[in-house]
């Protein structure tokens, strides 16, 4: 299975690069250094939430309320920097995480204690979350000329080209490989999505490894929250409408498998790549604006289609020579 993950996220690298290339020779503006820069700043969020939906999808879960989750949150701090406009950065992305990660545990709470199917539940809360912006700021909604420097500055800060937005996944990519492949917790979610009775028996408590990610997945959507109101000057109820789904296609492009069990951070990371390519290049080739969320849906499920095909074709292979086996049992 590690050599047949490889294998596709080296198929997915290269078919990046060729799309590059290709859009390089209909644009030659897109494949200058800044530009490409400026697709990685740009898809910095995707990075971020699909490495945390990768964590939930791990153990056979989804969660569809992640981006209600970064604008509630978004809106919360939002509101906290006009009443202490001078907090440090710190200050800000610990409330967004700590709001964040609390909205993640309550859709832990009731997938793990109550057993209520996941869809059902990140389902009813990305509306409860969507309303609670509403009532919450009364229908207003905060503008950059409400915030401060020190808050709207902090996502635009630099290093090499790269901004705050883009070093912070950076870093929770790195966190992420070192808890999957380092830590018994980790190990225990691939096996809560591969086997969740063999993992039982093993003494690995399902019940805490789904409160663990989806704690994890608020906590990640809390910070996007904060970043991306402050990168765009802007909170209000609809920011991020949708995203959820952007979110899902890259990790299922990414070689996630949505049976639980199967994902990498590298295949991850390389899915989100893949949609954030086609997302800026889209407007560079000067395609019409009502064209370009048609054509990127359609190449993503083209993708999502050769991705699920490929996760069945083992099974292909398997198949007969089980019916032969059991043949010659009969016989």
């Not at 883009?166 to 830590?183: D, G, K, M, N, P």
């Not at 408590?205 to 929250?225: C, I, K, M, P, W």
């Not at 789904?245 to 590298?266: H, N, Q």
């Not at 800026?280 to 993708?303: H, R, Y």
């Amino acid at each position: 299975m590690s050599i047949f993950l490889k294998y596709r996220e080296a198929v997915l690298a290269l078919i990046i690069a060729l799309m590059v290339v290709g859009i390089g020779i209909r644009a030659p503006a897109f494949v200058t250094p800044d530009s490409l820069i400026g697709v990685l700043n740009d898809t910095g969020f995707l990075f971020m939430m699909a490495l945390a939906q990768m964590l939930v999808i791990l153990t056979r879960g989804i969660d569809l309320s992640v981006a209600a989750n970064l604008a509630l949150t978004g809106m919360i701090v939002g509101m906290v920097n006009e009443v202490y406009p001078n907090l440090s950065p710190a200050l800000y992305i610990l409330v967004a995480l700590i709001v964040g990660a609390g909205l993640g545990l309550i859709n832990g709470t009731l997938i793990s204690w109550l057993k209520i199917p996941p869809i059902v539940v990140t389902l009813g809360t990305l509306a409860i979350y969507r309303g609670s912006i509403v009532v919450l700021a009364g229908g207003k909604q905060v503008n950059a000329s409400e915030m401060s420097e020190t808050f709207a500055g902090f996502p635009k800060i630099e290093f090499l080209g790269l901004n705050t937005v883009f070093w912070l996944a950076a870093l929770i990519a790195l966190i992420i490989a070192v808890v999957l492949t380092r830590t018994r917790m980790g190990r225990g979610l691939f096996a809560v999505g591969g086997n969740p009775v063999a993992a039982r028996y093993c003494g690995i408590d399902q019940g805490r490894a789904e409160l663990f990610v989806y704690t994890v997945a608020g906590a990640v959507a809390g910070l996007s929250g904060y970043l991306w109101v402050a990168r765009y000057g802007v909170a209000y109820s609809e920011i991020a409408v949708g995203y959820e789904l952007t979110v899902i296609a890259a990790c299922v492009i990414g070689g996630v498998s949505i049976g639980g069990g199967v994902g990498t951070v590298t295949g991850t990371l390389l899915g989100a790549l893949f949609i954030g390519v086609i997302v800026n290049s889209l407007p560079v080739m000067q395609v019409s604006p009502f064209w370009q969320m048609a054509i990127s849906g359609a190449v993503i499920l083209a993708a999502v289609i050769i991705n699920a095909r490929a996760e069945t074709r083992p099974d292909k292979l398997i198949l007969p020579e089980a019916r032969r086996a059991a043949a010659r049992g009969q016989a």
